[in-house]
């Protein structure tokens, strides 16, 4: 470490953003836990017609809550290649066959807030952690906004459903066995929403993967 960045470390203390362990920005124990197994098949409760198979690493909450909101909304882009493996881990759940990694989009604007697609960076993350792990992975933006949707905040499943329905449209040619991903889903009516569009225009959509799950949904059996 330079003295510079040694001067600016005591003036401003690293911490991790998962505990806030003073040290570093993501200590050997929260990243223990971003490289442990996936949970496996998970369900909302109730679940959203259309919902394709999905797959977690781990639940909502704690440590694994705060990186992602870290990442996303703070600009920690350091913890792009641990969520990434994350993701990727849970991406395995659906097999090790060729696939190709789909993103949930974010709204322009909120991109132009955060500075950074955070979704696309995990997918490109999580598609170099597969292919260095021997599974044929790609990332690719195949969903687009087609407009605007109302506030998403304490809407039922039910009106996040009607809310979300024709929000997104498929872009692309169709190339094999498609994921989709994300950082964290709650009633999954977005991913709901994502494989009727990919499925409407000829995507083979196999499943779904979030690096967590919000507690409400239990595991598949």
């Not at 060729?98 to 604007?109: A, G, M």
């Not at 991109?111 to 955070?118: E, F, K, L, N």
């Not at 225009?201 to 595991?219: D, E, F, I, M």
Request: aromatic letters at 0%; one cysteine or more; glycine letters at 10%.
């Amino acid at each position: 470490m330079s003295v510079l960045a040694t001067l600016l470390d005591l003036v401003l203390p690293r911490t991790c953003s998962g505990c806030r362990a003073h040290g570093a920005g993501l200590c050997p124990s929260c990243g223990a836990l971003l490289d442990g197994p996936a949970l496996g098949l998970v369900r909302p409760r109730p679940c959203p017609p259309g919902l394709p198979p999905l797959s977690a690493l781990l639940e909502y909450g704690g440590p694994v809550q705060r990186l992602l909101l870290a990442h996303k909304e703070r600009g920690r882009l350091q913890l792009t290649a641990p969520l990434g493996r994350a993701l990727a881990t849970a991406v395995q759940v659906h097999g090790r066959d060729p696939v190709v990694l789909c993103p949930v989009p974010s709204s322009p604007k909120a991109v132009r807030q955060r500075g950074h697609d955070h979704a696309m960076r995990l997918a490109r993350a999580s598609a170099a952690a597969l292919r260095s792990q021997g599974v044929d992975a790609v990332a690719a933006k195949l969903l687009l906004p087609a407009r605007q949707i109302a506030d998403q905040s304490g809407l039922s499943t039910v009106a996040r459903a009607a809310n979300l329905h024709g929000a997104l449209r498929a872009t692309g040619v169709p190339r094999g066995r498609v994921v989709i991903v994300d950082d964290v889903v709650t009633t999954g009516a977005t991913l709901v929403e994502a494989a009727r569009a990919l499925t409407a225009s000829g995507h083979l959509v196999v499943g779904a993967s979030v690096v967590a799950a919000t507690a409400r949904l239990p595991r598949s059996p």
